[in-house]
């Protein structure tokens, strides 16, 4: 079995309103998000079965959270991964917005539910 696997490459696809994680050029996995003012608020993480319990979803956030500071926004973590994600990643913390009501029915109206 080869050790030496390809290192992800994570992506921001705005577009599409996400990041994406790759590997061996395919995805493996994503992280959705909606822009609001100044603030990306997270809603869904998921990584592929075929990838799953290789540490994927950390790389992909922690890559996603780094850009939302690279590009001055701030992050609002609605989804239970990114939130679980912020508790140990203390670094994060400056540019974290609560997950309100307000931001709660936004998003529903961004979504169409």
């Given at each position: 079995?080869?050790?030496q696997a390809t290192t992800p490459v994570v992506r921001r696809v705005d577009a599409r309103h996400r990041y994406e994680i790759l590997v061996d050029d395919?995805?493996?996995g994503l992280t959705a998000y909606r822009d609001r003012d100044d603030r990306r608020?997270?809603?869904?993480?998921e990584i592929?079965?075929?990838h799953a319990g290789r540490g994927?979803?950390?790389v992909l956030v922690a890559q996603?959270?780094?850009d939302v500071r690279a590009s001055g926004m701030r992050i609002v973590p609605v989804c239970p991964y990114v939130a679980?994600?912020?508790k140990k990643h203390g670094e994060f913390a400056d540019?974290?917005?609560p997950v309100t009501p307000a931001v709660l029915q936004w998003l529903d109206g961004q979504l169409g539910r």
């Amino acid at each position: 079995m080869n050790e030496q696997a390809t290192t992800p490459v994570v992506r921001r696809v705005d577009a599409r309103h996400r990041y994406e994680i790759l590997v061996d050029d395919q995805r493996a996995g994503l992280t959705a998000y909606r822009d609001r003012d100044d603030r990306r608020v997270f809603f869904h993480t998921e990584i592929d079965d075929a990838h799953a319990g290789r540490g994927l979803a950390a790389v992909l956030v922690a890559q996603a959270l780094a850009d939302v500071r690279a590009s001055g926004m701030r992050i609002v973590p609605v989804c239970p991964y990114v939130a679980k994600f912020l508790k140990k990643h203390g670094e994060f913390a400056d540019i974290t917005d609560p997950v309100t009501p307000a931001v709660l029915q936004w998003l529903d109206g961004q979504l169409g539910r």
